[in-house]
Every structure is written in C-alpha cells, then in structure tokens.
C-alpha cells in the first residue's frame, strides 16, 4: 500500500491521505480511517470522509487556533486497508507554529549614538520551540538605510542558531540610520522588525545643548525677573 500524506501550512483545514494498494485487490474506504491527534495525543475534533476514489479525510469541525495556543506536534494516523482485509497502519508527524520569530537584540541597540568606527550589525533572534528560523530568507531581508540611500555590498552571515552578522565597509555620512529585518521563520511566519541608530563624528554633534543661559552660569543674584527665567 502508498500513501501520500497532506495538510495544509499555518491554516489547517482537515488532513487527507491517498491509498493505492500494490495488489489487484484495491482500497476498502469504508475500512480505511484516518485521525488528527494534537499535542498530548489528545484527538483533533472532526469527522471522516472521502472521494469515493482513493482519497481519505480528516475534516476538522473548527479551524486550529492562530495565537500560539495550539502549537506544537501533530499526529497523522491512518489505517490503510484493501478488499482483502488486509491492512497497514501509517503515522506521519508535523509540527504547528504561528507565532512570529522574534528579534532579542541588536547591535547597535536602538536609538544608540556611534561615535567610532562601524562596520557590522549583529542581530540575535530566537523562534522559540516554534520551527526554527529561516536565516536564508530573513538575512537577505535586512536594509541598512540612511534616509532612502540603502548601504550597499552587505556581507551576510549566520551561525545556523541564534545570530545574524552583517559588515560593511566602515560608514561614512553622519546621520540617523535606520535597520530593517523581516524575520521568517520555516513554517512561513514573518515580522518585521526596525531598528535606529545615530553615526556621528563626537557624542555632542547630537546631544542637546544649552548656549545661552539667564542668569549666568556660576552668577551671583538676589532676585530673579521673568526676563531672567528664560533663555
């Protein structure tokens, strides 16, 4: 007996199986089952049907939640049995997520001001117990903009875990500078995530600055007009 497996990603409707039996004998449908078994082996509520061919299905009576709250591993089990009455079972296992990777640090943090040289960004992201990140499609989605000017020849690298590295060559303009990522993970869940950072020449090109103050700094006064309370 063949039996292909299906569900659908993310938003899952029903589970089907399609039964070929080896023999001349063919599939008894109404024989064959198939069940939707959640996390803690506790079954998926729904009915069986079929297409009168080959095709066996788990229909679920309610779409799986999307928060987060029914994540985690499924079990596929199907019962494969021909005119004969002979049987096969089958179990196929895959693993729910909906919840968004998430990015747990960034250097430079956000809203920090560089004084000294730059030249790499370094991006800590975790998917939780969820399907783990796709670093391929979420490294290429990262945008080191100065205004709409893009930085360009960014080297992309990853560590396969939990980190993400981008060098450039040493930055030049002064200015705010904006960091873009969509994280995905490799169940299709994505974020976006922003991140700013200020390059300056020395720490007060953009810290406020106070040049005229009324009374004088270190002034000697004994009384204090309107005039005086303002800059």
Not at 121 to 133: E, L, M, N, R
């Amino acid at each position: 007996m063949i039996l292909l497996i299906n569900h659908s990603k993310n938003t899952i409707t029903k589970a089907s199986a399609k039964l070929k039996d080896n023999s001349d004998k063919d599939i008894d449908l109404s024989l064959s089952t198939i069940r939707l078994e959640g996390p803690g082996n506790i079954q998926v509520p729904g009915k069986q049907t079929d297409d009168k061919d080959r095709t066996i299905f788990w229909e679920l009576a309610n779409l799986l939640p999307t928060d987060g709250s029914a994540d985690g591993t499924y079990t596929i089990k199907v019962k494969a049995v021909n005119k004969s009455g002979i049987s096969k079972d089958f179990v196929f296992t895959f693993l729910y997520d909906t919840k968004v990777p998430t990015l747990t640090s960034i250097t430079p943090a956000d809203n920090s001001i560089i004084t000294t040289t730059l030249t790499e960004i370094v991006a800590k992201v975790s998917d939780g117990t969820g399907s783990g990140v796709d670093f391929a499609a979420s490294k290429a989605s990262m945008k080191l903009m100065m205004g709409t000017k893009e930085i360009p020849n960014i080297l992309r690298s990853d560590n396969g875990i939990d980190t993400m590295t981008f060098k450039f060559s040493s930055l030049e303009d002064t200015g705010r500078y904006t960091i873009e990522i969509k994280l995905k993970d490799r169940a299709g869940n994505e974020h976006t995530y922003q991140s700013g950072f200020d390059f300056v020449k020395k720490e007060t090109d953009v810290l406020p600055r106070s040049f005229i103050c009324r009374p004088p700094d270190r002034a000697f006064k004994n009384s204090v007009t309107k005039s005086d309370r303002h800059t």
